[in-house]
Nanobody, 124 residues
């Protein structure tokens, strides 16, 4: 069983930065893919960014490309999402997710494990 715990959310002004972390435990992640999704109030959950644990290839939603960076810390089994130049429309609950086959997808149903989410609020 895989456990994912997100942290690092909070309140920030537009233009500011936040760094989210996802601590993973329960299995080794060398063959997995990790992703971040977000869900704003009254909206569907949407893909933000993903990376393959092995090799480190990354993929971003167009809405965050150039502002967000996904990375991993192998020693700590942690995936981070560095968010810069934040906008009010980035306000959402951010979720970490795992695909056991190590493949990057933008579809929610392709991910096997999810964290509980962390709130990010960007004020204008």
């Amino acid at each position: 069983q895989v456990q994912l715990v997100e942290s690092g959310g909070g309140l920030v002004q537009a233009g500011g930065s936040l760094r989210l972390s996802c601590a993973a435990s329960g299995r080794t992640f060398s063959s997995y893919a990790m992703a971040w999704f977000r869900q704003a109030p009254e909206k569907e959950r949407e893909f933000v960014a993903a990376m393959r644990w092995s090799g480190g290839s990354t993929y971003y939603a167009d809405s965050v490309k150039g502002r967000f960076t996904i990375s991993r810390d192998n020693a700590k089994n942690t995936v981070t999402l560095q968010m810069n130049s934040l906008k009010p429309e980035d306000t959402a609950v951010y979720y970490c997710a795992v695909n056991r086959r190590g493949m990057i997808f933008t579809l929610i149903d392709r991910y096997d494990y999810w964290g509980q989410g962390t709130q990010v609020t960007v004020s204008s």
